[in-house]
């Protein structure tokens, strides 16, 4: 079971979109439709941003969006704010009923 | 609202056991979702350990299946984690977290365990 793959760090300026891509294998991302995305502030508890590929709870603003093509989930952020500055993760349900995170990207607004 | 509460040593010896207790608030333990341990060691990124339903029910990491047991207490409405001949690479902010409809959708606030004589 290894990690699935996130750039290390993405950045933008106040007003632009940003991608964070998520690429697993056949086994997780590939497979199932319950990846998620997770917003983590220094020294906070990761929150969920986005599951099931596409979907957002409730309260989180609709420049976050998701999507998935083959074994690659991507959030989108548009709109770039200074409070989206953060660590974001994805995660994915794997085989065997277990679940994989991403290795985290930093995304700094410029 | 939903409240997960993590508690603990924060300081635990070279081959010995990390022993940690959440405690859930403000919704059912049996309530048909599953319950969730992460780990992120300082600096890096978050590690799924494994998840227990109020059943018993457990699915661990595989890397880390020989040394994790779970458990969960309905009467007490707590679950909790034990981690065996823990190293320094153990060290660790631990949260618990409600995996709920294959997300996870409410976290602790976290707690940092180290490991050190």
């Known amino acids: 079971q290894s990690a699935l793959t996130q750039p290390a760090s993405v950045s933008g300026s106040p007003g632009q979109s940003i991608t964070i891509s998520c690429t697993g294998t056949?086994?997780?991302?590939?497979?199932?439709?319950?990846v998620s995305w997770y917003q983590q502030h220094p020294g906070k508890a990761p929150k969920l941003m986005i599951y099931?590929?596409?979907n957002r709870p409730s309260g989180i603003s609709n420049r976050f969006s998701g999507s998935k093509s083959g074994n690659t989930a991507s959030l989108t952020i548009s709109g770039l704010q200074a409070e989206d500055e953060a660590d974001y993760y994805c995660s994915s349900y794997s085989s065997s009923s277990t679940w994989v995170f991403g290795g985290g990207t930093k995304l700094t607004v410029l | 609202q939903v409240q997960l509460q993590e508690s603990g040593p924060g300081l635990v010896k070279p081959s010995g056991t990390l022993s940690l207790t959440c405690a859930v608030g403000g919704a059912s333990i049996n309530s048909g979702n599953w319950w969730t341990w992460v780990r992120q060691p300082p600096g890096k990124g978050l590690e799924w350990i494994g998840e227990?339903?109020?059943?018993?029910?457990?699915n661990y990491n595989p890397s880390l299946k020989s040394r994790v047991t779970m458990s969960v207490d309905e009467s007490k409405s707590l679950f909790s984690l034990k981690l065996t001949s823990v190293t320094a690479a153990d060290t660790a902010v631990y949260y618990c977290?409600?995996?709920?409809?294959?997300?996870?959708?409410?976290w602790g606030q976290g707690t940092l365990v180290t490991v050190s004589s």
């Open positions: 977290a409600r995996s709920g409809s294959y997300r996870f959708d409410c």
């Open positions: 099931d590929v596409s």
């Open positions: 056949s086994s997780d991302v590939g497979n199932y439709n319950y």
């Open positions: 227990i339903y109020h059943s018993g029910s457990t």
